[in-house]
């Protein structure tokens, strides 16, 4: 089943590149654009099952030399069968890898929302520690990180975040970050030296770009008012803040950062075609209230997807149950390990699904 897939794919391939090579084809850029994608899209799996068939011949030459092998030529072969049938076994899996559905999100840029949750200012504490431990984590794989909007909070936290990480494999990583975040640590605001338990939650949206998402302008309510909190000169003064209601969806995105109505109406319109551009693939699969609960819930601190311990010095991955002593160094950003089992997860659960 898996070898009749691979083949009718290099066929398909090799007759892509065929027609890639009609001099003819530079008259339909459409056509063009469309071959050159589904080449690329191609030539990684077909490159792989290639390699897999000439793996194959080599292991099918090595067991018919084990079978005339004698004395000490039969153990040096015998170790040249096993080596074939690892590469054959890692070339396989390689494969059923590689066939996997593609996401559709792949590759796009993320829209991460970090809210307070439940806990008070101590939310809204942590809330400002994980936009740090994500911007940290952001650097260290060389993406780009753009604040859309941001609500500080009267201790140094933040109320609310929403911001762009720009790279062409964050959604990989950061599309299973989404959900309640359990913080466990003695507060700034706690005299005693106790102990409490507080939450943040997280959204991770894929933005869309304005081909993906048609929104007809009848549909929105655009209301302006003037900006509240620190700002600059122009802040508080002018009707700069921007509110975007979606009304067939009831969504409703608000930016005020920016000095000009029109550079905040920009980020709005940024933020509400990645949410219904989520809410679309949400429906679509028929997961709409369940994905949207499986990521932010109600923000209750029963409810989580990670706990920080300060204390212990650890976090735990509860999807996963994966437990890692060494919390300080996931707050400087070194978050692989977690995303490395989360994208793990993901495809193992792909694989037994078939």
């Known amino acids: 089943m898996l070898d009749d897939r691979l083949s009718a794919l290099e066929k398909e391939y090799d007759a892509v590149v065929a027609e890639l090579g009609d001099p003819g084809l530079a008259d339909d850029p459409g056509r063009l654009r469309v071959l050159s994608k589904r080449m690329k899209e191609l030539e990684e799996v077909v490159g792989t099952w290639r390699r897999l068939l000439e793996a194959r011949s080599d292991l099918e030459v090595a067991r018919e030399l084990l079978a005339d092998a004698q004395g000490d030529d039969r153990e040096i072969v015998r170790s ?13 899996e390689d494969l059923r890898v590689g066939l996997l559905p593609r996401d559709p999100n792949s590759g796009r840029n993320v829209i991460v929302e970090i809210r307070g949750a439940e806990g008070g200012e101590e939310a809204n504490l942590f809330a400002r520690d994980l936009f740090d431990m994500y911007t940290r984590y952001a650097a260290q794989r060389g993406w780009a990180v753009e604040v859309l909007s941001s609500s500080p909070s009267e201790r140094d936290g933040l109320n609310e975040v929403t911001f762009v990480v720009k790279g062409k494999d964050a959604w990989q990583r950061l599309e299973h970050e ?7 640590r003695v507060p700034v605001t706690e005299s005693q030296g106790r102990v409490h338990t507080s939450s943040a939650t997280v959204t991770v949206l ?4 304005e081909v993906d998402v048609t929104i007809d302008p009848a549909d929105l309510k655009i209301d302006v008012y003037r900006s509240t909190g620190p700002g600059g000169q122009s ?8 509110r975007v209601t979606h009304l067939p969806s009831g969504i409703v995105v608000a930016m005020q950062d ?4 029109i550079q905040n109406r920009a980020k709005a319109m940024v933020v509400l075609r990645s949410r219904l551009l989520k809410a679309e693939q949400d429906r679509q699969a028929s997961e709409l209230s369940a994905q949207r609960r499986s990521q932010v819930g109600s923000g209750g601190r029963a409810e ?10 650890r976090v735990t991955d509860h999807r996963v149950k994966l437990t890692l002593y060494k919390l300080d160094r996931v707050l400087a950003g070194d978050l692989d390990e977690l995303t490395d089992a989360l994208v793990a997860d993901k495809r193992a659960r792909q694989l037994a699904a078939g």
């Open 258 to 261: 920016e000095k000009s109505q």
């Open 80 to 92: 040249e069968v096993e080596g074939a049938e690892r590469l054959v076994a890692e070339l396989e």
């Open 235 to 242: 802040v508080n003064t002018t009707d700069s803040a921007v």
């Open 206 to 209: 894929p933005e869309a770009e």
């Open 304 to 313: 989580k997807i990670r706990t920080y311990n300060y204390k212990e010095n």
């Open 178 to 184: 989404g959900g309640p975040h359990r913080v466990q």
